[in-house]
Every structure is written in structure tokens, then in C-alpha cells.
């Protein structure tokens, strides 16, 4: 659940830019997510009147083999709001495909999917690009013809849903989705995907999320099963949360301990217990420097999925592990200059919105204090209250105070819109692949397995030393072969 879906175009050199021009050039499909909470089943979005289709047809600027249009969506699926957006699809030349249709789901929230479509399915799965038409689409409010602009929020966090922006940002981002909050949430996306669907004509489609794009295609499988044939969930976000506590993360902050310490069993074995080192800096560091360091750890996998290599960034400054050594043993040095390098915020709006992100984030998500409409007013009260029932060792390395400082909770403590409706908590019964790195902060492995059991037909693999993003980052091809073999099967 990450944070940074970064864009393929070049950056400038802010104070921020150091990390923006590291993780560009990794580039992710990635990451993070909304997070569902409990809904009434009745909300179901209606079809749009008019029949769908494709309009303004032309090649794809930069993506070889792949012809651009426009479809044309409801702003509201549920028609309680009038009027429309457009959103830009691509679609792979090969309309008859002999497997049939692919449609392929970026990460974020956030992250629009047009600018990766030739870097997925021709240079990282070309064996797939054979058998099927690739599809890709910029999810509403994304991508350089409709991303929800919030300068301040922007700024502040950049492709990041764990630095938290100050409330100033976030009521400034409020007023300018303005009485559209709501609108952005996944509940909105999957009707657009059928949308997608209806124009393009097919009666089934193979659905292949990353990251966000693994919550919005399982969500898109539950709501509309007989349209679907084959999923697979790369780098997996539970569709729903029954137990309202993915937002604080839980998970993830403990998963870390799991991650550092296997790390540190490649030869040569670190000889020391790294998750430790990593609670004894969060505990002597303020509790906003937490966050941070929460941040960059997050961060420094896009980079380093053994968290151990120096030359992973430039002048030798990479290993993480090390550093927290260090930084333990009285030289904060290394830690300093990597929380500097991957401090978040000032990515370009059109590779990543974050007012995107904060919209369908909080909308989709449940928390302590209920759902998006929840009055504000005694907000802070009621997450208080659980941050106190929850046994400290859950959070651990790190503490409740990161739980509760991260973004993900403080953008939503002051996020008043119209929640997503939660679809069924079941895949339907078809092929469903789920493929995890041992090594993600982003999406933990724990997440995976949580998901795999509302699949009655899946299937977990577990790549090894990998991290997040399995199809667009892996450095070997363990993981890629899997998929290779579940679609082309």
C-alpha cells in the first residue's frame, strides 16, 4: 500500500527532488491504496443511460503499439450528481488477440495507467502481450487530462500517503474537489471499468491490478463476477476490511520487523537484529521523526529490496540497515541524509495526484471513528480511544504514535465526503493469482494470504527478496514467470 506511484517524466530539483529522480527511475507502477470499510449492499452504481464508447481515436503519444481515445463516464454512477468525465484509455493494437482482453490497473490511488502501457506489456510481459489485448486506462481524477490539482497537498507529500500534510493542505484540497468529494472513491472506478468494458465490447475480461490496482480489480471481480475471467493481484491490498484497522496500518508497521531481519540473514549476516535497532531509533526520536523514518523505509524499497546495498543510491548512501545501525550506536548521520534524500512531496500532479489519493483514500476507507461522513466533530476522541485498546506489540518496532501520525490517519481525521460502498467480501469462483515479494513494506505478504481467503480459487506465490510491484520491478523473472504461466495457461 504505497505511497509513491511515480510518473515516467522527468522531475526538476527541489528540496525533494533527489528522491523523485531515485524512484523515477525505477519506474514504479505502484502503489497504496484506499481502504474499505463496512457499506450498505443496495448502493450498487446504475449503468450509464447512453451506450459507452470509444471516441477521438489516435496513436498513443510515446506508447508504440497502442491507440488512444477517450471514454466518456457519469461524474456519478449513482446519478445523484449530473455530469461527466473523460478519461484516456489505451488500447494495444491487437484487437483480435486470441486470448482476448487484458485490462491492466495502476497503482496509487493516484497513478494514471496510460503512460505505462508499452513498458508493461512489451518490455516486461511481452509473452502475455502475444495472447491478449492490453488495456490500460488514467483512473478518474489522474493523468495529464483530469488530475485533481491541490498545490499545497501536492508539495507536502508528493506521491506519499504516510508523510502527513498540515491541516491547512488538506482543507485547501477540500475546497477544491469541492462537492465533488466522494465522487473519486473506488466504487466510482469500478463502474467506470465497466463502462470500459461495455465500450470495448467484450463479454469477459482478464483483470490484472498492482498495488491500489490489485483493491480496485478484486472489487471489480466481486461486483461484476460473470465479466470476468482471470485476476491477478500483484502486490496485494485487501478489497475489504472487516476489522476497520488497515488504515493505521497495523500490519505493515509490524510486517517491517519480518522484512529487516531476513534481509540481514544474506551472507554476510548482519550479526545484529535490525528490527530492534529500528525500535530503539523510533522510540529516542521524536514521535514526528517516526513517521518519517516510517516514510523512508517505505520509501527505500523502491530503490533497495535488500536494504543492505550502499551504492543503491549515490555516493554509497544506500543501506538502510546500516544506517539504523549507526544511528543507534550514537552517528545519525546516514538516517539524516536518507530521510533528506527521500523526503516526500513536489512530484508532478499529472504522474501522481494526491488530492486524487486523499479523495478515493478516504472515502473508501473505514476507520475507528466510522466512514467518510462522519461528523468531524469527535473524530479525534473515538481514534484515541482504539489507539489505547490495541496491544503496543502490533505496532511494533514502531509505536502508536506512528499509527496515529501517519497520513493515511491524519488526511482522513479531517476528510468529510460521501463514502464507497463495500462490495462483497467474496471473488467470485475463477482463476485468481496472488503474487507478493517477501520483502514489501508496501503490500506485506500478511496481506496477501488475508486476501487469498476470500478467493476460492487462488493461488499465492511468494517471490523472494523481491518487493513491491512484482510485474513492473522485479529484478529476476520468478515472479513474472508465474504470472506468464497463469495467463498464457
Request: proline share 7%; with cysteine; net charge negative.
Amino acid at each position: 500500500m504505497r505511497v509513491s506511484g511515480l510518473s515516467l517524466n522527468a522531475v526538476s530539483c527541489s528540496q525533494s527532488g533527489m528522491r523523485s529522480r531515485v524512484l523515477v527511475a525505477a519506474v514504479v507502477t505502484a502503489l497504496v491504496a484506499g481502504l474499505a470499510g463496512p457499506a450498505s449492499a443496495d448502493r450498487t452504481p446504475r449503468p450509464p443511460a447512453a451506450e459507452p464508447k470509444l471516441t477521438g481515436s489516435h496513436p498513443c503519444p510515446d506508447q508504440p503499439g497502442f491507440t488512444c481515445s477517450t471514454l466518456t463516464v457519469p461524474l456519478d454512477h449513482r446519478g445523484r450528481v449530473p455530469g461527466t468525465l473523460d478519461l484516456q484509455v489505451a488500447t494495444a493494437d491487437n484487437a483480435d488477440a486470441p486470448k482476448g482482453t487484458l485490462l491492466f490497473l495502476t497503482g496509487g490511488p493516484g497513478q494514471p495507467g496510460v503512460p505505462f502501457s508499452d513498458r508493461i506489456a512489451h518490455q516486461r510481459l511481452p509473452e502475455v502481450a502475444k495472447e491478449y489485448r492490453f488495456v490500460t486506462l488514467d483512473q478518474r481524477g489522474t493523468g495529464e487530462f483530469g488530475a485533481i490539482d491541490c498545490p499545497q497537498l501536492q508539495a507536502q507529500v508528493g506521491s506519499s500517503d504516510i508523510a502527513a500534510p498540515t491541516p491547512g493542505a488538506i482543507d485547501e484540497c477540500s475546497g477544491v474537489i469541492g462537492d465533488r468529494k466522494g465522487l473519486y472513491g473506488t466504487e466510482q472506478t469500478v463502474a467506470d471499468y465497466e463502462t470500459l468494458r461495455q465500450a470495448l465490447g467484450v463479454g469477459k475480461m482478464v483483470v490484472d491490478g498492482v498495488s491500489y490496482g490489485t483493491f480496485t480489480a478484486a472489487r471489480y471481480a466481486a461486483v461484476h463476477p460473470s465479466h470476468v475471467r482471470k485476476v491477478v493481484l500483484d502486490s496485494v491490498l485487501p478489497h475489504v476490511d472487516p476489522q476497520a484497522d488497515d488504515g493505521l496500518y497495523i500490519v505493515g508497521l509490524h510486517a517491517e520487523a519480518r522484512v529487516l531481519r531476513d534481509a540481514c540473514t544474506s551472507a554476510p549476516a548482519c550479526g545484529f537484529d535490525p528490527a530492534d535497532d529500528l525500535a530503539w531509533v523510533v522510540r529516542h526520536r521524536s514521535d514526528a521523526d517516526g513517521v518519517r523514518i516510517f516514510d523512508t523505509m517505505v520509501s527505500y524499497e523502491f530503490v533497495d529490496p535488500t536494504y543492505r546495498n550502499a551504492d543503491a543510491l549515490p555516493g554509497g548512501q544506500g543501506d538502510i540497515i546500516g544506517a539504523l545501525h549507526a544511528a543507534r550506536h550514537g552517528d545519525s548521520t546516514r538516517l539524516d541524509a536518507l530521510l533528506d534524500i527521500l523526503k516526500s512531496g513536489g512530484d508532478d500532479v499529472t504522474g501522481y495526484s494526491a488530492g486524487l489519493h486523499i479523495d478515493t483514500f478516504c472515502s473508501d476507507s473505514a476507520f475507528p471513528w466510522g466512514r467518510s461522513d462522519t461528523p468531524l466533530r469527535g473524530r479525534q476522541a473515538k481514534l484515541d480511544a482504539a489507539l489505547r485498546r490495541i496491544d503496543p506489540s502490533r505496532f511494533w518496532p514502531y509505536t502508536r504514535a506512528t499509527s496515529a501520525g501517519s497520513g493515511f490517519t491524519q488526511e482522513c481525521l479531517r476528510w468529510h465526503s460521501r463514502p464507497s460502498a463495500e462490495p462483497p467480501a467474496r471473488l467470485p469462483d475463477v482463476p485468481v493469482l496472488l503474487v507478493n515479494g517477501d520483502h514489501d513494506l508496501s503490500t506485506p505478504v500478511e496481506w496477501a494470504y488475508e486476501e487469498a481467503g476470500h478467493a476460492p480459487n487462488g493461488k499465492v506465490v511468494i517471490v523472494k527478496g523481491a518487493s513491491h510491484s512484482i510485474q513492473n520491478r522485479e529484478l529476476g523473472h520468478a515472479g513474472r514467470d508465474a504470472v506468464i504461466a497463469f495467463l498464457n495457461g
